[in-house]
C-alpha cells in the first residue's frame, strides 16, 4: 500500500454510505448517533447498537472510524452521552469528534480518543494550544484563510505542541460540501422560527429557501441577483487541492452525512485520486476538469473554494435545491442474486429501464454501483425494456439484497 501524506476522512449516514466510502477509498469515516449528532433531523441515524457493526467493518477494510458527538449538551443527555462514549470505547472506534466540555472531559476520564469539532471555532495558535491537552486532532474553523491555516501549522511545529498521545497535534479542514452561513455552523435562524436548533442536529435549513426582501416603508420589492442570499454555494477545494495540502493539514474532511451513497462513494473518489496526484505530482488541470465533471453530477448548491483563498465575502446559491447535472429516479428494489453467474435480480416497482441506460444501484454490500445496461433480461428471457411490476435481471458485481435499490440516471434540468 501507497504511503498517504493527508487522510480522507468521508461522511456516512447509512450502511450504504460507509460501504461506498470504502470503496471509493476513504482512510476514515465519521458518523453520528441517536440525536446527539449535528445531522440528527437530515441523516439516517444510526442506533448505539450499531457502533459495533460500523467498527467492525471499518476494521476489516482497514480505515478508522469517528464519532461525532458535536451537539450542544444539555443535562438530560448526560446519561445517553456516556453510554454512548463507553460503547465507542468498547468496541474500539478510534476517536470520538466534539466540542462540548462535558464530551471532552469524558472522553479524557475515558482515556478515549478525541478530536476537537468545527463547532469549537478555534481559529488561532492559543486555542490550539489549549484544546491539545485534550486532543490530537483539530477542526478549524471554515472561515479561515490557507494562509492563516498554514501559519497554525507552522506554529505548531516550532512550538513541539502534542496532544495526548504525544505526537504533534494534526489539523483538519473541511475541503468539499454544504456551507451555512452561520459561523462554524452555529446558527439560530431555524431555532427562533421553527423551534427545530441546528445546534442539537434539528436544523430545518430555513436558510435554503427563497425570500422577499421589501422596503417597509415604500412596498418596493428588491431583487439580489435572483440569488438565495442566505444559502451559500458548496465549498469546493478540488481546483486548488495542491495549496491545500501545501498549508500541511493532515486530513481533508468531505461534508455530508444526509447524502446518498453516490454522493459518498463520488465524492470521496474525486478528492483520493486528487490528493494521490498530488502526491505523485500529477495533479495537472485536464485530472481537474474531469473530477470537476464527476463532481458536479451528484447534489451540490454550486461550487466556490470557500475563504481560503481569502474572499471577504461568500458566493450565494441560485436555487433552493441541488444544482446537480445528474438526476436518479427510483425504479425499484433488490431481489436476489446468482453468484455463480454474478448475476442480479430487481423487481421494477415504478417507471421503466431499457438497453442503454445508466443504472445506479444503492445497499449496504454494495455501496454504490453504477453502470451502463448494456444487456437486459425481463421475467427471464432477453429484452429491451421493462416496465413496473417485471423481473429483470443483469450482470451486477457484488451480492444483491433486498435493501438495495434501483434508479435510473438521467439529465438534470433546472429553471
Known amino acids: 500500500m501507497k504511503k498517504r501524506t493527508v487522510e480522507i476522512l468521508a461522511p456516512v449516514g447509512s450502511f450504504d454510505s460507509l460501504q461506498a466510502a470504502i470503496n471509493a477509498g476513504a482512510d476514515a469515516i465519521y458518523f453520528g448517533v441517536e440525536q446527539l449528532n449535528m445531522r440528527s433531523r437530515s441523516a439516517n441515524v444510526f442506533s448505539v447498537t450499531d457502533i459495533k457493526k ?25 446519561q445517553l452521552l456516556r453510554s454512548l462514549i463507553q460503547e465507542a470505547k ?43 491537552a485534550f486532543a490530537d486532532v483539530i477542526v478549524l474553523a471554515r472561515e479561515l484563510t490557507l494562509k492563516q491555516v498554514a501559519q497554525i501549522v507552522a506554529d505548531i511545529k516550532r512550538k513541539k505542541i502534542t496532544g495526548p498521545s504525544g505526537e504533534l497535534v494534526k489539523i483538519e479542514i473541511f475541503v468539499h460540501g454544504a456551507l451555512c452561513m452561520a459561523v462554524s455552523g452555529k446558527c439560530y435562524l431555524s431555532l427562533h422560527q421553527q423551534n427545530a436548533s441546528a445546534n442539537r442536529g434539528a436544523c430545518t435549513q430555513n436558510c435554503r429557501r427563497s425570500y422577499t426582501v421589501k422596503d417597509a416603508d415604500s412596498g418596493e420589492e428588491l431583487l439580489i441577483e435572483n440569488e438565495y442570499i442566505m444559502s451559500p454555494k458548496d465549498l469546493c477545494t478540488i481546483d486548488i ?63 466556490w473554494e470557500g475563504y481560503y483563498l481569502g474572499r471577504k465575502t461568500g458566493e450565494w446559491a441560485a436555487q433552493s ?30 417507471g421503466s429501464v431499457q438497453v442503454g441506460d445508466t443504472l445506479l444501484v444503492t445497499g449496504p454490500v454494495c455501496g454504490m454501483v453504477k453502470e451502463k445496461l448494456e444487456t437486459l433480461y425481463v421475467n427471464g428471457a432477453e429484452a429491451v425494456k421493462a416496465d413496473k411490476g417485471d423481473r429483470i435481471t443483469f450482470l451486477f458485481p457484488v451480492k444483491v439484497t433486498a435493501a438495495d435499490k434501483l434508479y435510473k440516471i438521467v439529465e438534470a434540468t433546472h429553471a
Not at 100 to 115: K, N, S
Not at 325 to 346: D, H, I, L, N
Request: aromatic content about 12%; charged content about 25%.
Open 90 to 132: 468498547k468496541q474500539h472506534i478510534d476517536a470520538v469528534i466534539a466540542a462540548d466540555f462535558a464530551v471532552i472531559g469524558y472522553c479524557r476520564e475515558l482515556e478515549m480518543p478525541l478530536h476537537i469539532s468545527t463547532q469549537a471555532n478555534i481559529t488561532n495558535i492559543e486555542s490550539v494550544q489549549f484544546f491539545a
Open 241 to 303: 487541492l495542491d495549496e491545500v495540502i501545501l498549508a500541511g493539514v493532515s486530513v481533508l474532511k468531505i461534508e455530508g452525512r444526509p447524502k446518498g451513497a453516490d454522493y459518498v462513494y463520488t465524492v470521496t473518489q474525486c478528492y483520493r485520486e486528487a490528493a494521490d496526484a498530488v502526491a505523485e505530482g500529477s495533479f495537472t488541470a485536464d485530472k481537474i476538469a474531469g473530477w470537476k465533471t464527476a463532481l458536479e453530477k451528484v447534489y451540490n448548491r454550486g461550487f
Open 54 to 78: 460500523i467498527s467492525r467493518a471499518c476494521k476489516a477494510a482497514g480505515i478508522k472510524a469517528y464519532l461525532t458527538l458535536n451537539t450542544v449538551m444539555y443535562d438530560y443527555d448526560r
Open 321 to 350: 435545491g441541488s444544482a446537480a447535472t445528474e438526476k436518479k429516479v427510483y425504479v425499484g428494489k433488490g431481489s436476489r442474486y446468482y453468484p455463480r453467474k454474478k448475476v442480479g435480480e430487481f423487481m421494477i416497482e415504478s
